[in-house]
């Protein structure tokens, strides 16, 4: 029997926001249920890290050049075919509804769904905004978390029981700008910890990290802290207190959504449906939370690239398993179809992870990950386009800082330049040694690596400039 698929993503939620994942900051019993009963990634990283393309990625099984959706400006052409429509074609009901963020008209909206209702845009909070399959728009009263888990199970409560299932629910948290819901208004009475790298300067790394307008104690507006900043505050008092307001609301929208896969969870075993449902627990990419003074993504710094994966499928992974393998988003579309037994399309380009969650040795599996974000210095974030490859041990970043000429991103070319980090010595990432002669070897033999990805995955930007020589 073929099994069910519940594939559940957060918005902008951290990996190091998830008990699970060793979070010192907060606790999410019920995401941590899908790891105790199955399986956790520890090193899964998106190929983009931006809403629109992740998502492209995500259901396509391609990078970005290939599904043509780079920055948040080109919209998702669904022509394409997408992992849930090929399942369907095999006989599985299929329904997504939450967030969706990849254009809205009938050259945009979902395709390969039985049943679809999605929010425009961002969404709201409060009172959401839903698009259905008619193209119809109906306000929902209430919080959109919680919204979006009442329309997955009403769908489930009229689906066909005699076929499989795969249901995609994507929420909107904790996206910005970070509204609670009642119940969790009040969480987090006391401070919670600052991260260790809050207080970077940037001085270790490329001008694109300076240049970049995503700090938390200056470009978090009014509406984001929902306060005005106190009075003769010092500018560390100041940080801090901004910080606080920031971190806690973030976390807030965070618990909202642990309560809600919690209630799918239950829903689950209500049902007898566990033991035949792989579920599935991810969000879009990583997301800064005060590290290197930041918020918000895009960077390939490990917070922004790091995605949570965690994974229950009681017929086959073990529960309480990981993997250290180098996973990545373009895997997920492969790895469902390989689970209900239908063949991958053509044009995808990852790989399935099943063999490595069931514990097999793959000997032949990847040992770097390649990453490319395209919006270069947008109006608000102003982050640099670049590319780079990440091994176990290090990772080579290219700021090749030009748009091409792409929607969303600047006519405006900065002087390219490379960051190298030491991932063993340097976790935090604070110091790139690029220019250090003692990692010429190691420079030099990523940036084959480098190169050697980019021909894989067909990605063929123009040959950067040689590393200099130590």
């Not at 329904?95 to 425009?120: C, S, T």
């Not at 901004?242 to 969870?265: E, F, H, M, P």
Request: charged share 25%; net charge negative.
């Amino acid at each position: 029997m073929r099994p069910n698929i519940v594939f559940i993503m957060a918005d902008d939620h951290a990996a190091h926001a998830v008990g699970a994942y060793g979070s010192k900051i907060n606790e999410t019993p019920h995401i941590d249920r899908i790891a105790a009963g199955g399986a956790l990634l520890e090193n899964c990283f998106c190929t983009n890290s931006l809403c629109a393309p992740s998502r492209a990625t995500i259901l396509t099984g391609t990078y970005n050049h290939v599904n043509g959706v780079q920055t948040l400006s080109t919209e998702f052409d669904n022509r394409q075919l997408v992992f849930p429509e090929l399942l369907r074609r095999a006989g599985y009901q299929t329904a997504l509804v939450g967030k969706w963020h990849l254009g809205h008209g009938p050259e945009h909206d979902p395709r390969g769904f039985d049943y679809w209702e999605v929010v425009p845009g961002q969404g709201r909070y409060r009172d959401p905004v839903f698009i259905g399959m008619d193209g119809t728009e109906q306000v929902r009263p209430g919080y959109c978390t919680n919204i979006i888990t009442d329309l997955a199970v009403d769908w489930l409560d009229q689906r066909d029981p005699q076929r499989p299932f795969c249901l995609l629910v994507h929420h909107k948290a904790p996206h910005r700008n970070w509204e609670p819901d009642d119940k969790h208004r009040d969480m987090y009475v006391d401070d919670v910890a600052v991260p260790g790298s809050f207080d970077d300067d940037h001085s270790g790394h490329a001008a694109a990290a300076r240049a970049a307008r995503m700090r938390v104690d200056r470009d978090l507006t009014a509406n984001d802290i929902k306060e005005m900043l106190p009075p003769h505050l010092d500018p560390d008092e100041a940080a801090l207190w901004t910080y606080q307001r920031y971190i806690k609301d973030y976390l807030r929208c965070v618990a909202s959504v642990d309560d809600n896969v919690g209630r799918l969870l239950d829903y689950l075993d209500e049902h007898g449906l566990t033991d035949d449902t792989i579920v599935v627990y991810t969000s879009d990419q990583g997301f800064f939370l005060g590290d290197h003074g930041w918020y918000d993504k895009r960077f390939m710094y490990e917070e922004s690239l790091r995605m949570p994966f965690l994974i229950r499928y009681p017929a086959e992974i073990p529960a309480g398993s990981t993997t250290n393998a180098l996973a990545m988003n373009v895997d997920f579309a492969q790895t469902f179809l390989d689970y209900a037994d239908v063949p991958a399309d053509s044009r995808m380009q990852g790989r399935s992870l099943r063999p490595l969650l069931r514990g097999e040795d793959a000997d032949d599996w990847r040992q770097s990950v390649y990453y490319r974000y395209w919006e270069h210095d947008d109006d608000e974030h102003h982050v640099w386009a670049h590319y780079g490859v990440r091994t176990h041990d290090h990772k080579l970043v290219y700021y090749y800082a030009d748009g091409l000429g792409l929607p969303g991103t600047s006519t405006t070319a900065q002087e390219p330049e490379w960051e190298l980090f030491d991932l063993r010595a340097d976790p935090w990432e604070m110091r790139s040694v690029y220019d250090d002669p003692a990692y010429a070897r190691i420079r030099a033999a990523l940036v084959e690596e480098l190169a050697r990805v980019q021909r894989e995955c067909g990605d063929l930007p123009w040959q950067p400039p040689a590393p200099v020589s130590g």
